[in-house]
């Protein structure tokens, strides 16, 4: 449960009463002006305050300014919103406030979550489930075991197999691609079995047996997908790891059609043969009507800024930005929406913020002209 402090705001309070929000729990508190914002967060001390730029007796940068100088408002990070187009002069104004983040409306997607998430080291999702395409093969002693992955994450995974594997029957579990080109092995216990169907195939449940982070991490990167369903329509694809020389996008490509969103975050690495790999399966996505980007990370920003079809024919909504802090060499990501940089000039100009460690000033670590020219081909700057 998260204590979180708004203004009175209907679009922040929907967001609020979010699936996302409500997975992790809210304890909201809202207040209706400047001094009472300030008040209820030296007695309350919530993790984030959400403020208004413009409120009824006084500003958000104003109120910022007293929270991040009052020793009694603890740590309460402070996300100050702006409702419309985000020009030099509020970079300006953000900047010099010192805030936590910035939000822009309208909003897109879980825009909002996904910035408290990232402000207070949430996770975004509470168990990641990947649908892989990932062999199985495992053994016990004299017994051999073969089949595929169904899920993985980094606790365990459902395996389909050739025959029945015992219930509580300790395996070494060796996962692998197709191609064979990578394998991943670990210590694993059965915790469930149900027979598939006729055919003599058997679903099973493991638990891995205390993996380290290496482990854990070898693991993920043999997934690299997974197709979430939306209410409206929507698919969303949640993509991570590195894109290399072996990453193959065709079963993903065969499975999206309509309206797709690629989330970017957890893209860790591109090569010059996975960036090939990956222009290719944009130019091969008939069935899709439109395709968009949010939260693009960092690598795939700079590859995205190098070559120009890592785009397609795609926009960014939202992308993660590098920032720096020189007092105490905190680096930390940032994310930022588009169109809240579409009227700040060419490059756009974005604030700096607070930070979280030394209290310093947290700035943008790159060149803006180098950084930014991904978006030089998007039609709203």
Request: hydrophobic share 40%; proline share 5%.
């Amino acid at each position: 449960m998260i204590k979180i402090l708004t203004s009175n705001n209907s679009t922040i309070m929907r967001e609020l009463g979010s699936p996302a929000f409500g997975r992790v729990g809210v304890d909201h508190v809202v207040v209706s002006s400047g001094p009472e914002a300030v008040e209820r967060i030296r007695v309350d001390q919530p993790a984030v305050a959400i403020l208004d730029v413009e409120m009824p007796d006084s500003t958000g940068y104003d109120i910022c300014r007293r929270i991040k100088s009052d020793p009694q408002c603890g740590d309460t990070r402070v996300v100050l919103h702006v409702d419309g187009a985000v020009t030099s002069a509020v970079i300006a104004q953000l900047s010099d406030c010192r805030c936590d983040e910035v939000l822009v409306t309208p909003l897109l997607g879980e825009a909002l979550f996904h910035k408290i998430a990232q402000l207070l080291g949430l996770p975004r999702r509470l168990r990641r489930r990947m649908a892989v395409e990932l062999l199985a093969e495992l053994s016990a002693e004299a017994d051999r075991w073969a089949g595929r992955v169904v899920d993985l994450n980094q606790d365990g995974a459902r395996l389909e197999l050739d025959r029945r594997i015992p219930k509580g029957q300790v395996v070494s579990l060796r996962v692998l691609p197709h191609d064979k080109s990578d394998s991943v092995s670990v210590l694993a216990q059965v915790v469930w079995d149900t027979e598939s169907g006729s055919d003599g195939r058997w679903t099973c449940g493991v638990q891995f047996l205390e993996p380290d982070l290496a482990m854990r991490t070898a693991l993920m990167d043999l997934s690299l997908w997974e197709v979430v369903e939306e209410p409206d329509g929507r698919q969303l694809v949640i993509l991570q790891g590195d894109f290399r020389e072996h990453t193959d996008f065709a079963r993903l490509g065969a499975r999206l059609s309509g309206v797709v969103e690629f989330d970017l975050a957890w893209v860790r690495y591109l090569n010059s043969t996975g960036v090939r790999h990956w222009v290719n399966f944009l130019r091969t996505l008939d069935a899709v009507d439109e395709y968009r980007f949010v939260r693009a990370s960092v690598a795939f920003v700079t590859q995205a800024s190098m070559v120009p079809e890592v785009l397609g024919h795609g926009q960014v909504d939202s992308f993660l930005v590098p920032y720096a802090c020189e007092d105490c060499d905190l680096e930390e990501d940032r994310l930022l929406q588009t169109t809240a940089l579409t009227s700040t000039g060419w490059p756009p100009t974005i604030p700096d913020f607070a930070c979280p460690r030394c209290k310093g000033d947290l700035v943008f670590d790159d060149l803006p002209q180098r950084y930014f020219a991904f978006l030089e081909q998007d039609p709203r700057f």
